[in-house]
């Protein structure tokens, strides 16, 4: 039988619980799924539903966010929830395969809301780089005994009691980072609704304002008690500082803090002991580990590209062959007075790269140079490496939302 699909809302809370307690959960936690269902943050229109033979078999949830690309402030899609119910998983409906369908019915949805970036935090990247999504995010999570944590102004930290000043200090972050998507009033109620049984939520407020913000868990791991660390937020590096100092006088009832951090962040400079060994040592010394999360598919090139803000000494053209699975594009990138505009080009290009490392060159996740170490990027006309590296110039993105 053929697939069916529909778009649904508000209403309909009870189908959307059953179908994401059929894919991702058991019976025995249907009504925590319902509950958790009522509190997510989506709007009508906005939960894809596949059905076939009058049986819902497939589903994906559409966020309309937005995200801070270099400065600017662009419309963007949040993936979430994407599942199959296991019993039609890798099967083919229509000549295509359910995943297919779905993430199809995603892009579709997000050009017809102009949204210029489709994001997700994956289960499987190679699952999603098939439809176009490539890694741009790379986290740090650091394990750090508590007496090499740094010392600070702890004295204005409160358990958060739903002070209005958190959501702007949240906005001050998001505008001043780049690749970061916007909590805004629902996001915040959703997290908090997911965050209350982990543990409490601090903030530290300096003259009223908050400057920083998270929630404390706890884990016991290899007989040790550790901090651990919850959606963590700070508008400065002095409000990172002293959220840390304030992990540091837990010690009496804490061996170690773990927390996750953009992975650009140095953040062994900021503590007592500066060594990450690289062999066993006896003395107390931090631990990270380095993962991925977000993945990205550019939807409008040319706002994309328009966001951008190279260095202003980037100045001159390169022409780029990209390779997708399904086409070749070949673009001229323009840069000049801090800018770069993309256009198609029918000559001969400076450099071949595929598809996945040009997005996330142009996310500024991986450089030029880092791409030819790895083989993505085949340079024909070697003074074109330059202008590519102008491109991943700056912070790397980093996303303090997740969906």
């Known amino acids: 039988m053929p697939l069916t699909a529909t778009w649904l809302g508000r209403n309909d809370i009870e189908r959307i619980a059953d179908m994401r307690m059929r894919a991702f959960t058991t019976p025995a936690e249907r009504d925590k799924m319902v509950q958790r269902t009522l509190n997510d943050r989506f709007d009508d229109g906005d939960v894809l539903m596949l059905t076939q033979d009058g049986v819902d078999v497939a589903t994906a949830t559409s966020l309309s966010l937005k995200i801070n690309i270099r400065g600017t402030i662009l419309p963007c899609q ?160 002095e409000a990172l500082r002293d959220l840390l100092a304030m992990l540091g006088t837990l010690k009496d009832q804490y061996s170690a803090a773990r927390i996750t951090l953009p992975a650009d962040l140095p953040l062994n400079w900021m503590l007592k002991e500066k060594q990450v060994p690289h062999r066993r040592v006896d003395h107390p010394a931090a631990m990270v580990q380095m993962n991925t999360r977000m993945q990205a598919a550019i939807l409008d090139y040319d706002r994309f590209f328009r966001a951008l803000q190279p260095p202003a000494k980037a100045y001159g053209a390169v022409t780029v062959t990209v390779h997708a699975r399904d086409k070749t594009s070949t673009w001229l990138l323009d840069f000049a007075n801090g800018t770069v505009a993309l256009a198609p080009s029918t000559e001969s290009p400076d450099a071949e790269i595929d598809d996945l490392a040009f997005t996330a060159m142009a996310f500024g996740e991986l450089s030029a140079g880092d791409a030819m170490a790895v083989g993505g990027l085949r340079l024909r006309t070697p003074s074109a490496l330059p202008l590519l590296d102008a491109l991943s110039a700056g912070p790397k993105p980093y996303c303090h939302e997740y969906f």
């Open 78 to 237: 949040g993936v979430a929830w994407v599942g199959t119910v296991r019993t039609h998983r890798r099967r083919r409906i229509d000549g295509h395969g359910l995943a297919s369908t779905v993430l199809r019915a995603l892009r579709e949805k997000a050009i017809e809301r102009g949204e210029a970036v489709s994001m997700l935090a994956p289960f499987r990247v190679s699952f999603y780089e098939h439809f176009g999504f490539s890694v741009v995010e790379r986290q740090a999570t650091w394990t750090i005994p508590l007496n090499i944590l740094p010392e600070g102004e702890t004295g204005g930290f409160a358990e958060f009691s739903g002070e209005p000043a958190a959501l702007e200090s949240r906005q001050r972050q998001f505008l001043a980072t780049h690749g970061d998507v916007e909590t805004n009033e629902r996001s915040l109620e959703y997290w908090l609704n997911e965050l209350k049984e982990v543990g409490f939520r601090f903030i530290d407020t300096d003259g009223g304002s908050v400057r920083s913000q998270f929630t404390l868990g706890t884990e016991v791991s290899n007989g040790q008690t550790v901090a651990v660390v919850h959606r963590p937020w700070w508008d400065s590096p």
